[in-house]
């Protein structure tokens, strides 16, 4: 089948780097995370906005990466990437010689670090915290890598350098959740050595379920005021 007249095809040695993003990834961030919206069938939920992903993921000052709201950004160039001890979290460079690569959407996916190089995924991961290890974590939020560059080892590659960095940090666990019908996932978590735990479930209060809370806790200090 024949690349469409706007893609980009890649093949030869490709480099891959996750990084550290900033302000100037929302834009993809954005469009990145509404497409694994539409993967999910859950594009209803679907409330963000680049300004909101702007102030909350990127505020000033900048917090220390994972000691907060850290969001990670893969990308693929055609050309060699040199590490950045500042920014670089993992890289790789692998060959599509026998498989080249078309991605319809490496023009709307440039990155904004220039050289040729198209965003393909995104990490956010935040800490949380474990009493029954008596240690902090990493929840891993969103995973997520566009669709033509899946099956390339890159998943593996994210969860890698979210799990290593977690271990050097002296971290006890790192979690996240799947949807029930995404095998493909579930197996893959598996193989990497994580437990699939049926026995837990996702308790959420958001919307005008949350929002009927404001105000409780004044209500809560009358009533204890007046025992």
């Not at 566009?146 to 979210?162: C, D, E, T």
Request: glycine content about 6%; overall charge negative; some cysteine.
């Amino acid at each position: 089948m024949a690349a469409p007249a706007n893609s980009t095809t890649f093949s030869g040695d490709v480099w891959a780097e996750l990084r550290l993003a900033d302000v100037r990834d929302v834009p993809h961030i954005h469009r990145l995370i509404h497409q694994m919206a539409e993967f999910e069938l859950l594009t209803d939920l679907f409330a963000a906005t680049e300004e909101l992903l702007t102030s909350t993921l990127f505020p000033s000052p900048a917090p220390p990466p994972f000691t907060s709201f850290t969001a990670l950004i893969l990308d693929l160039s055609p050309s060699p990437i040199v590490p950045d001890s500042a920014t670089t979290i993992a890289s790789r460079r692998f060959d599509l010689s026998a498989s080249p690569l078309a991605d319809p959407e490496a023009a709307a996916f440039a990155s904004p670090r220039g050289g040729g190089r198209v965003t393909a995924g995104f990490v956010i991961c935040f800490p949380n915290y474990s009493t029954f290890l008596a240690k902090p974590g990493l929840y891993v939020e969103d995973i997520f890598v566009r669709a033509p560059w899946r099956r390339r080892g890159l998943g593996q590659m994210m969860l890698s350098a979210v799990a290593g960095r977690a271990a050097e940090l002296g971290m006890g666990r790192v979690e996240w959740c799947v949807l029930d019908w995404n095998q493909n996932a579930i197996n893959f978590y598996e193989e990497m050595g994580a437990d699939v735990l049926p026995q837990w479930r996702i308790c959420r209060l958001t919307g005008a379920a949350l929002d009927k809370y404001k105000g409780n806790q004044e209500t809560a200090a009358d009533g204890k005021a007046s025992e």
